[in-house]
């Protein structure tokens, strides 16, 4: 590992450089045609192969319905040319909220779902021409650890208790773990959900199975007894289930994608994907495991991450420049932080067969991002190009890059972590460099909040 640093390249020659410096596995492409080739998603067809992941707003309305800012959020990444755009992560239980603005979908808001699907559509049209349609997937998820569904109080839903874990969200380790029955409920509301998706006008919904929530946790629940903790069948149980009962709801050329995390950096056995004796190494054998259970389930769409962004080591999720308050800055160059998605997303690929895999882990790179992408898709390393927190920063990317050749330096994501930052302070969250006029007093007064109830606590 090398000291940390912020981004600096004024070229992509200095940043192979720096690559070639570290040791790490990462390339350039010179061609960016392979960013504009339509992908196939099941029956679908994807009219590029950039993509904008699913980014939280934390800012619907109480109901789950989209808010003027979600509408707005999502009619800027529409219009800004992505051939999928992969929806953030909507509750299927209301005690499954992360968040009391969380998204939600049911069966007295679909309508407005379904209007909003009919803007983006003519968004996108009108953007990029009469012909693009990008594919919709609706991230379908349930907080577990993480659950707030009413105000700022934790009310956490675990499957196992964790002794690193536990104090960060109020619990002692004496209260009760959700039981096999609440689990065995789940699968129909996640199809229930993905139902009313599919009529709403969605193409597809992905079983959310990262970044420490339930069916996250699950994966990795070794401690946990009965028929959901234990051996890799009880721990991918429930998530295979769910994937079989979208597929009752929904018929065969519905699309169903899994977003899941290959990899915990959390100490064993409290973690998936980790090593026994070093948590901060990785263990293929499990993840990869699961990727051929997904595939041979029938799921057409994939997207590996890996973290806890509610712990200390947000540079195997995301690398950035700047960390969020309280975070420590790691013994990593962020250039290693982006070799280890890379090649995550390369050993997922490889092992999906036919269903392609969003990469991750781009923005960071700026400017020199569609050249790495370009490089990761001729290689046959993934199936599209994903932009987190760069899609907020900078919406119309992909349009860009597609009719200018190009990114706008002075529009991309600088890696501040101030949207994390918002999130963490339960604000309502997006790029408060970018979009400062909108995101920069939700920034200030997000904090402000925060600081009171942190005196007053006190």
């Known amino acids: 590992m090398a000291k940390h640093e912020r981004f600096g390249f004024a070229s992509a020659g200095e940043l192979l450089e720096k690559a070639a410096a570290l040791g790490v596995d990462f390339a350039l492409g010179d061609d960016l045609a392979p960013l504009a080739k339509p992908v196939r998603v099941g029956a679908r067809i994807a009219p590029n192969s950039l993509a904008a992941l699913p980014m939280e707003g934390c800012d619907c309305e109480p109901d789950g319905s989209p808010s003027e800012l979600a509408e707005r959020r999502y009619l800027r990444f529409a219009g800004g040319g992505a051939g999928l755009l992969w929806w953030e992560a909507c509750a299927v239980v209301e005690e499954g909220r992360a968040n009391p603005l969380q998204m939600m979908l049911t069966a007295g808001n679909a309508k407005s779902f379904e209007a909003l699907l009919a803007k983006a559509n003519r968004a996108a049209g009108d953007a990029m021409g009469g012909g693009h349609r990008p594919i919709h997937i609706l991230q379908l998820t349930h907080s577990g650890r993480y659950s707030r569904p009413r105000g700022h109080r934790p009310m956490p839903v675990i499957p196992q208790h964790d002794p690193i874990l536990d104090p960060l969200v109020g619990l002692g380790g004496g209260e009760p773990v959700v039981t096999d029955a609440y689990l065995d409920e789940l699968p129909g509301r996640y199809a229930e959900s993905a139902r009313l998706a599919r009529d709403a006008g969605f193409d597809g919904v992905d079983i959310k199975a990262c970044h420490r929530y339930l069916v996250s946790e699950l994966l990795a629940s070794r401690v946990r007894d009965g028929r959901y903790g234990g051996n890799f069948e009880n721990r991918t149980r429930l998530l295979a289930e769910a994937v079989k009962a979208v597929r009752q709801a929904t018929g065969p050329d519905f699309v169903i994608a899994c977003r899941f995390n290959i990899f915990d950096a959390h100490p064993y056995p409290y973690g998936f994907g980790e090593g026994r004796d070093d948590f901060m190494d990785f ?32 540079q195997v999720t995301r690398p950035f420049d700047a960390s969020s308050q309280g975070i420590p800055v790691p013994d990593e160059h962020p250039l290693e932080s982006v070799a280890r998605l890379f090649g995550f997303t390369r050993a997922v690929q490889r092992a999906a067969g036919g269903a392609p895999v969003v990469g991750n882990g781009y923005s960071w790179l700026r400017q020199f991002a569609p050249l790495a992408g370009a490089a990761n898709l001729a290689a046959g390393d993934c199936g599209f190009v994903g932009f987190g927190r760069g899609s907020f920063a900078y919406p119309d990317a992909p349009r860009d890059i597609l009719l200018s050749g190009g990114m706008d330096p002075k529009k991309c994501c600088v890696a501040c972590s101030k949207c994390t930052q918002i999130m963490r302070d339960h604000g309502r969250t997006g790029c408060v460099v970018r979009d400062a006029g909108v995101y920069g007093p939700l920034f200030r007064e997000a904090r402000a909040e925060a600081a009171a109830r942190a005196a007053q606590a006190v």
């Open 283 to 314: 263990d293929a054998d499990e993840p990869l495991r699961l990727v051929r259970l997904l595939r041979d389930a029938g799921v057409g769409l994939l997207s590996n991450t890996a973290g806890n962004p509610y712990y200390i080591y947000p």
